[in-house]
T-cell receptor, first 110, second 118 residues
Framework: EDQVTQSPEALRLQEGESSSLNCSYTVSGLRGLFWYRQDPGKGPEFLFTLYSAGEEKEKERLKATLTKKESFLHITAPKPEDSATYLCAVQAWRDDKIIFGKGTRLHILP | GAVVSQHPSRVICKSGTSVKIECRSLDFQATTMFWYRQFPKQSLMLMATSNEGSKATYEQGVEKDKFLINHASLTLSTLTVTSAHPEDSSFYIC??????????????FGPGTRLTVT
């Protein structure tokens, strides 16, 4: 069964304190791994798609990496506006569905 | 680019009435759209996959007669909650996957609709 596990569930950082969020996955035939950001009361905002082990993508203070078993979302020198829930999801080649993890709630203190 | 809208953003209805939620892809065409439900502090739960011009595919445990989905065009899908009850109160979110994007499989999400049934 396809599965996505994110850790930690919640993370509080001081502004400027870099850290990483983890996404461990099990999927039969990975088509893509996705990272989204979700603010309270809003729909998820697309951040990255990673397709194969070794791939990396960057956007502002965020960098996503992928191995055969997990993905990391590195956040460098975060600002309070980076506070949100970060969702990881995977899609298998066999169908259209994406499977979401439960997310990591990130809170950046000024 | 890749903007998805939902209407309404909030709706309050009385128990027993029906509510229709629209999901539109504004700057791209989407053969496939998805409907999710999200409870407070929980992740997204897929309800159904909607394909343009054909019947929706519902996830196990989702009542197809209660949650009617129509995907009549490449830019519009609708979810109708029929005979709504308080337990149907939730945050409903749609997503759309652009057609003809080659290897890009990501979904783009709407802003969500907060449904409250009294």
């Amino acid at each position: 069964e396809d599965q996505v596990t994110q850790s930690p569930e919640a993370l509080r950082l001081q502004e400027g304190e870099s850290s990483s969020l983890n996404c461990s996955y099990t999927v039969s035939g990975l088509r893509g791994l996705f990272w989204y950001r979700q603010d309270p009361g809003k729909g998820p905002e697309f951040l990255f798609t990673l397709y194969s082990a070794g791939e990396e993508k960057e956007k502002e203070r965020l960098k996503a990496t992928l191995t055969k078993k997990e993905s990391f979302l590195h956040i460098t020198a975060p600002k309070p506006e980076d506070s949100a829930t970060y969702l990881c999801a995977v899609q298998a080649w066999r169908d259209d569905k994406i499977i979401f993890g439960k997310g990591t709630r990130l809170h950046i203190l000024p | 680019g890749a903007v998805v809208s939902q209407h309404p953003s909030r709706v309050i209805c009385k128990s027993g009435t029906s509510v229709k939620i629209e999901c539109r892809s504004l700057d791209f065409q989407a053969t496939t759209m998805f409907w999710y439900r999200q409870f407070p502090k929980q992740s997204l739960m897929l309800m159904a996959t909607s394909n343009e011009g054909s019947k929706a595919t519902y996830e196990q445990g989702v009542e197809k007669d209660k949650f009617l989905i129509n995907h009549a065009s490449l830019t519009l899908s609708t979810l109708t909650v029929t005979s709504a009850h308080p337990e149907d109160s939730s945050f409903y979110i749609c997503s759309a996957r652009p057609s003809g994007r080659g290897l890009s499989y990501e979904q783009y999400f709407g802003p969500g609709t907060r449904l409250t049934v009294t």
